[in-house]
Each structure stands twice: as C-alpha cells, then as structure tokens.
C-alpha cells in the first residue's frame, strides 16, 4: 500500500464546485425516512489490528446495498412531476441499482449502462427492481457514449454518478451521519476514510467534513489509482484500468466536479493493493460478521493498515455490500 | 414447520423462577459500557418476504460474536475479587466463548467443556481467548458429567449456562434493548422471536417482555423439539438429538430455571426445519448484508415464515455471528 498527499494548490474551486454544507443538510432533510439511518459498527479485532478505533458506518446494511441511494433518490426525485420518458445512467453497478430503485419509486422507466464485467449481483437486482440493463465495454468512456445516445433516442434523462451535484450531495449524507453518530458517543472523529471510484462519495466525505474536524482520507485500488494521478496532473486524467475485484472503484477517471469538490480537502490517498481488499473483506465477514464489497474492504484495508497514523478515531465508510458468491467464495 | 402453543397451566411458578425486571434492569446497569448496544437492523427484502416488518437485533455483531457475553460478564463477574481458581463451563459454543472472554478480562482461569461435533470456529475463538477446550461426547448430560469433573478435581466455579440466574438476566438485556430500540422509533413490538438451545435466550426474553407488551416465541430445530417436549410433559424432557446445523441449538433438555420462567409466557413454540434454517442463513447473508450461524437463522426463518401472524412489527434475536465457512460454503 502506497499513499500520497495532494500537492499544495492556490487557485480556488471554479463556480461549479461551490456545493457547500446547507445542501448537504437540504439533502439530509429531503432523504429523512426514506433511506435508512444505518448502524455505526465497532469490533474489537478491527481496533486491535489498526492500533486505532475504527467507526464503520455500515451502508452495506442501506435499502439497495449501497449508500448511494442517497444520491439516487435525490435526482430522480427532482424529476418527480416532470415529464420525464424515463431515466438512464451509467454505472459500474451501485449506482445502477440506486437509480432502478429511484426509479421505480418514482414510477419512471430506467435504463442502465454497466460494463460487461459488471458483478452479476448486481445486475440481477437492477432487474429485479423492474430496470433494463445494457452491458458496454468495459471502459467508462464507453458508458458514457452509450448514455448519450440513449438520450439522444429516447429523450431519456441522464442521473450522472459524479456530475449531478443532488448525487454528490446526498453521497455525502453518509458521511454526514457517521460524523454525527460518532459525536453522539462523545467522539470526534480524527479521520474518514472513503472508497474512490469515480468520487462522489470523497466528494460528499469532503463536504460532510467541512468544518466539523475529520480529514478526508482516500482509498482507491492500486490497479486503478485515478485520484492519484489526478492529483499528480492537477486534472481528472484517465489511467490504465487494470483488473481490481473492486468492481466499485474501476473507473478510470475521476469526475470532474467531484475532483474539484475534493482536491483541496483530501488530505491523502491510499492505494491499495488487491490482497490488502481481500484480507480486509475475509476479516469483515468473520471477524465483524458483515457481508461488505471489495470497494468497502478498500476503505476497510486502508483504515487498518494506516488508520493509527491519522489518529485515535477513524471513520471508515463501508460504502455497500452487493458482492458476489463466486468471487467471496474463494476468499472465503 | 410445525408449532405449538403451551397448554393452560394453572400453578404458579416456583420460587427459583423469580427472577423479575429489577434483576434485569439491574443486569443492563451493569453491563453498560462493557457490550455493544448491537444496532437494530430492518431489511425491505425480509419486509416483503414475511408480509411484516421485522426488526433484526444484531447481536451477531456483539463482542464475542452472540449475545452469550451479556450474561457470562455478569456471571464471571460476581467472582471478581473471590479466591475463585478459575470457571469451567459447558457449551455448544458460544457461551464457552463468552465465558472465555469474561474470564480473561477478569484475569481468571478457564476451561470450556464443548461437543465433539462443535463448531471448529467457536473452538478456535475460545482458545484465541487463552481459554482450555475440552471436547466430550455429543451429549449434554455427558458435557454436564464433565464439568461435574472438572470442579470436584480443581475446585473451579462452575458458570451454567441455564441455571445460573446472572446468565438469564444478562441474556435478557439484548431483548430488553431491542424492545427499547424499537420503541424509540414509536414501535411497540408485537412479537419477539427468539431461539431456543437450552432455554436462557427465551427465559430471558420473557422477563424482558413482562409486561412491555410483545408476545414471546421461541424457535428450535425441528431436529430437536426439546422445549416443545417439555411443553406437552409439563416438565424439562430429554428429546433423541437428531443432527441438525444449529449447533447452538443441539441441547437435548432444556434447563430447569429458563423453563419455569419461559413457560407461562412463551406465546408459541415454532420447530424449524433445517431447509428452511439454510434458506433464512443464506438471505441473511445476501439480502440483509449480515453473518449469521444457524441459530439465529433459526429465528429469523420462523419469523419469515410466521411472522404476519404474529402482528406487524416482530422482533428477532439474531442471537450470534460465530458461523464455519465449510458450513456456510456449501449453503452459499
């Protein structure tokens, strides 16, 4: 596991970064009673093992596995009493299965991208929400192409994972929560680490964090370290993708709004490597007794490894639990 | 799955059998502090499924992984400042465990008679603990003839998982929570489904409900109908231990004490067929997110299956988290 910190930068975030706490609190309002308030978890082996207390907000235990229903249900409700002909998005999975859920609440159509090694879980509950399915590629770009054209042909409204600001906002209700579920045992959190995928939740971390005290600290896959190179380039770029079993955290580019919303409060990025996911999901089933996805045992891995280097109490968002059999088996 | 309700019985319970709220207020006081208050988990899946709303009391993720370690610190407790030469106890697991820590954190000795069929799991948990395993028959009585044994030859205290008061009421603070957790969100329980081993969960879940309103049943393997049996002779009855998974659940006679607390109380009594034990474990794992051994799948299958009879908010002991992966593998 290698970490970096972010280079110091003077310019300030552009117009379209200014999502600030008051929408994180609108959108803490707007999700109250339809997401659930989910546990904060402790284990004793977890804090034995990180020299540290480790908090895990447990959004695999969230209605549709994840935690990004919060961002789901926030966009697709703002085209409730529209006339919308339906939504599309694309996703590498949870976000897929947040907006089929949105959706359907909703009563909207939806379709969604996903690529074609997506995690069969998780396609299986976008159907099972009542959604379409499409499999492209394997690469974000891809995605993105598809959702286009299917905006182009069916007039679709498109619930982009990184670029719709009530996406970023509601994300970072989780960390919001976990903040305030810690304060209420007396705690302020030193740390919070987050999974980088294509970063609305370090995003939402960032804007949850603001002025409350945690560092914002990343964990992105070594395979497929995006924010690092981000970073390095002071713009999202785009780096090899190769394989991680978090299929969560495979996009290749980081958002740009999410980039701009985080750049400045990330105080560090862990990358890291895949048996550092696999022990962290193999001790979370046995020794936490949660089922959680490799994208949340990425958090999971960073926060035991490096956890006791950012302080006494660690915040680690457990970012959702819709793994598959076949590849938990093995680990197992 | 079969069930059965307690016949009338018109005489009162004898004089061990008073155990009362005050023990188990008494019992919550002084655990606060040292056992997670396990978070209460609700699932849309589990919601659809039952035709109810069920409330999960995870206490698989108690410390020790089950609710067995609110009693046993009671118990182990009140030997903290005695000369006691250590505790010897027998279990199907996960009181063993339970005793196993308490006793570490107390600075004592402790050897912890289990089945030879014992979960290798539970095994290894309790010798992590610094604890002594010693495997003996299959049987409770031969378990029981052990710990007699032990405590002739090196005047160990012994800590009965039935019989022993402090275990009761320490068993009942996870029922009493869950009615309290369920309450804070402006829900009186109609139901509280608990598993039945050797009796301690269900006992304590009647001093728990006393008067607060739920009704009380109880959940064993349909392979070991041991409280059903002792419903219809009146009196604890040895049953023939078929094989079932539930290793918590493999007593053959329930315990004295939990029985003439249970028995006027308990609402129902479901038998549980081991298919649908393996069915509830593995939904637990995929649609609620969370480990759970076949004793608390156990409950949770009965409250699937039964729960809308029951009423429209149930609450279930998912009593512990201690599962083998060469059981749950195949199952998954």
Redesign the interface.
């Known amino acids: 596991m290698d970490s970096v910190a972010p280079p110091e930068s003077p310019q300030p975030a552009p117009e379209s970064a200014r999502l600030g706490r008051a929408d994180l609190d609108r959108a803490a309002e707007r999700l109250a009673g339809r997401v659930?308030r989910t546990?904060v978890?402790?284990?004793?082996h977890f804090d034995a093992l990180s020299g540290t207390r480790l908090w895990l907000k447990?959004e695999?235990?969230q209605?549709g596995?994840s935690f990004k229903l919060r961002g789901a249900l926030l966009a697709v409700g703002e085209l409730a009493g529209s006339d919308s002909r339906g939504v599309v998005a694309q996703s590498t999975g949870n976000h897929a299965i947040a907006v089929a859920l949105a959706a359907a609440e909703h009563g909207l159509r939806a379709t969604l991208v996903l690529p074609s090694d997506a995690a069969p879980?998780k396609i299986r509950r976008i159907r099972e929400a009542g959604a379409e399915v499409l499999l492209v590629g394997t690469a974000l770009a891809e995605r993105v192409a598809a959702v286009e054209q299917l905006r182009e042909l069916h007039g679709y409204d498109v619930i982009d994972p990184y670029q719709n600001p009530q996406v970023i906002a509601g994300q970072g209700t989780a960390s919001a929560e976990l903040i305030d579920q810690a304060a209420a045992e007396g705690v302020l959190l030193d740390a919070l680490v987050v999974p980088i995928g294509g970063g609305s939740a370090i995003a939402g971390a960032c804007l949850a964090a603001d002025g409350r005290g945690p560092a914002v600290v990343g964990a992105e896959p070594a395979a497929v370290p995006a924010f690092t190179a981000a970073l390095g380039a002071g713009r999202p770029v785009r780096v090899p993708a190769r394989h991680t079993m978090a299929d969560g955290l495979r996009p290749d580019l980081i958002g740009e709004l999410p980039f701009e919303l985080a750049r400045h409060t990330v105080a560090e990025v862990v990358r890291v490597e895949e048996h550092s996911i696999a022990r962290a999901l193999r001790d979370a089933?046995?020794q936490?007794?949660?089922?959680?996805e490799p994208a949340a045992a990425t958090a999971l891995a960073a926060a035991l490894e490096h956890g006791s280097r950012w302080g006494q109490d660690i915040g680690v968002l457990v970012s959702g639990?819709n793994v598959d059999?076949d590849l938990?088996?093995p680990l197992?």
């Open positions: 659930w546990p978890i402790r284990c004793d447990a695999n235990l209605r596995g879980a089933f046995l936490a007794r949660l089922v959680v639990g059999l938990v088996g197992l």
